[in-house]
T-cell receptor, first 116, second 111 residues
Framework: NAGVMQNPRHLVRRRGQEARLRCSPMKGHSHVYWYRQLPEEGLKFMVYLQKENIIDESGMPKERFSAEFPKEGPSILRIQQVVRGDSAAYFC??????????????FGPGTRLTVL | RKEVEQDPGPFNVPEGATVAFNCTYSNSASQSFFWYRQDCRKEPKLLMSVYSSGNEDGRFTAQLNRASQYISLLIRDSKLSDSATYLCAVTVTGTASKLTFGTGTRLQVTL
């Protein structure tokens, strides 16, 4: 059973470019969460999605950041016009409906974004 | 005050030692509690959930004290491979299961 998959694992962008990060949840999981870990800091919640719905985006910056989880395909975290402060590790986690009451989430390997 | 606080360490202990980490949380509506382990530049891996009654998994024991709003992790007979950062995480009732993490406690086990 494959775990949570994220790609790319490493992404380098120049200031002003767009970054697209993809996350495929574990098989059978329909809940996806995105977290960001800045250098030397803890993980911060960004957004929680179910298929075709954003459930909680309270941790998302108001501008330049968006997320989706379409009916088919992976979840996408999109960062427009990246700035150096966006450099971080972005982790995706997933959980199943059955695990929801325990809130158990399993993390993917992360995408390390570097903005030059 | 941070929602979840941990002593950042580092904790440097010899192999075989017993080490304990504490984590305090500020929101009394917190409902689920976890310990994750994160190796350098890797993803967090779930170590164990923490229940009111306490739970044990091999050399690892987790406790929850709701009255004082803290959780603890005890590692017995430390191994070199236990060297990592240990993150505590909580969810709060009504917040759609999002995890709030502490900044982590770094453990270094030495020979």
């Amino acid at each position: 059973n494959a775990g949570v998959m994220q790609n790319p694992r490493h992404l380098v962008r120049r200031r002003g470019q767009e970054a697209r990060l993809r996350c495929s949840p574990m098989k059978g999981h329909s809940h996806v969460y995105w977290y960001r870990q800045l250098p030397e800091e803890g993980l911060k919640f960004m957004v929680y999605l179910q298929k075709e719905n954003i459930i909680d985006e309270s941790g998302m910056p108001k501008e330049r950041f968006s997320a989706e989880f379409p009916k088919e395909g992976p979840s996408i975290l999109r960062i427009q016009q990246v700035v150096r402060g966006d450099s971080a590790a972005y982790f995706c986690a997933s959980s199943s409906l059955e695990a929801l009451w325990t809130d158990t989430q399993y993390f993917g390997p992360g995408t390390r974004l570097t903005v030059l | 005050r941070k929602e979840v606080e941990q002593d950042p360490g580092p904790f440097n202990v010899p192999e075989g030692a017993t080490v304990a980490f504490n984590c305090t949380y500020s929101n009394s509506a917190s409902q689920s509690f976890f310990w994750y382990r994160q190796d350098c530049r890797k993803e967090p891996k779930l170590l164990m959930s923490v229940y009111s009654s306490g739970n044990e998994d091999g050399r690892f024991t987790a406790q929850l004290n709701r009255a004082s709003q803290y959780i603890s992790l005890l590692i017995r007979d430390s191994k070199l491979s236990d060297s990592a950062t240990y993150l505590c995480a909580v969810t709060v009732t009504g917040t759609a299961s999002k995890l709030t993490f502490g900044t982590g406690t770094r453990l270094q086990v030495t020979l």
